[in-house]
């Protein structure tokens, strides 16, 4: 048997809403029974009733019922059963809706981390009406600093059925530390938060040790090794966007330091460089 998935249409606590499913036979078989894994999807009287013996490309029409006892999305399967105890699963999916205005709020939690002092960081808290009549805002509770928000809505205000607004909170730390806030509606539907999380550090500073590398003298047809030390002694992981060895003449770098590669807070990386002169005279290199 093959048939797709079947969605209803959001429904109201206390209403109902109905599809007709369709099972096509791929080969000849005998549809014994039919069975929803919820109530809340009730199954009709299918056509041809059964046991329906079916050729190949006959159909089965399934009515079924959706009738919700809460809100949210809501999910079943639908197992028809042939003679020879060959079971196939068919999905049923919906969403329940309560017949009064009812607030619900996403994500839970917003949280900026591994911020730069300075930095300014913005997400969205989305409200949302996921009940069956308008809601009204009773009251707004907006973060301190350094959060900020923009984009509120006003004390009285309504929000239609399934219609939503999305406030942009935004993180501007001025200070190292940790700071935990929250932005919230009062509604007639609800009281409703979403918790807000940021850490501030200080900006990444890179120091090279030593930034003029000497080999003194090194006979030609010989070579010697120096190395130099980059370390991150600020706040914040610094990323390296251009990381280049010695091009030409008698230096050669025998370590890799690759592009892209982050260097944490407090962590050192040591490069390493040969000199190896082919002629007499000063040589020098980047």
């Given at each position: ?6 969605t209803?249409p ?11 499913v ?10 014994s ?11 009709g ?6 046991p ?18 809460g809100?949210?999305?809501i ?17 049923l ?5 309560a017949a009064?205005p009812?607030l619900?709020?996403?994500?839970p939690?917003?949280?900026f981390g ?16 996921v ?6 805002i009773?009251?707004?509770h ?10 509120a ?7 239609e059925?399934?219609h939503?607004?999305t406030i ?74 251009k990381?280049?060895?010695p ?18 807070p ?13 002629s ?7």
């Open positions: 048997l093959t048939g797709s998935e079947t209803f959001t429904t109201t606590d206390g209403e109902s809403s109905e599809r007709t369709m099972l096509t036979a791929t080969e000849p078989l005998t549809l029974t039919l069975a929803s894994s919820s109530s809340q999807f009730k199954l009287t299918p056509s041809p009733s059964l329906a013996t079916l050729a190949t490309g006959q159909t089965v029409q399934v009515p079924i019922t959706f009738s919700p006892t809100s949210g999305p999910g079943a399967t639908l197992t028809a059963t042939t003679s020879t105890g060959t079971k196939v699963p068919f999905g999916s919906g969403i329940g809706q009064g009812k619900e709020a996403t994500p939690l917003v949280t591994g911020t730069i002092i300075g930095e300014h960081e913005s997400a969205g808290a989305t409200f949302r009406n009940g069956g009549a308008p809601l009204t009773n009251g707004v907006l973060p301190s600093a350094p959060f900020a928000a923009s984009g809505p006003t004390v009285g205000s309504t929000i059925p399934g939503s607004i942009t909170v935004t993180f501007e730390p001025t200070a190292t530390g940790t700071f935990n806030d929250e932005i919230g509606l009062e509604t007639t539907g609800g009281n409703e938060a979403i918790g807000l999380s940021g850490s501030a550090s200080l900006p990444g500073t890179l120091q090279i040790t030593n930034e003029t590398v000497e080999y003194g003298q090194v006979q030609v047809g010989s070579s010697e090794l120096e190395s130099f030390t980059i370390k991150n002694t600020g706040g914040s992981a610094v990323p390296l966007t990381s280049k060895p091009t030409g003449g008698a230096f050669t770098a025998t370590t890799t330091l690759s592009e892209g590669t982050t260097i944490e407090g962590e050192s990386v040591t490069e390493t460089v040969k000199f190896a002169p082919t007499a005279g000063p040589a020098s290199g980047v």
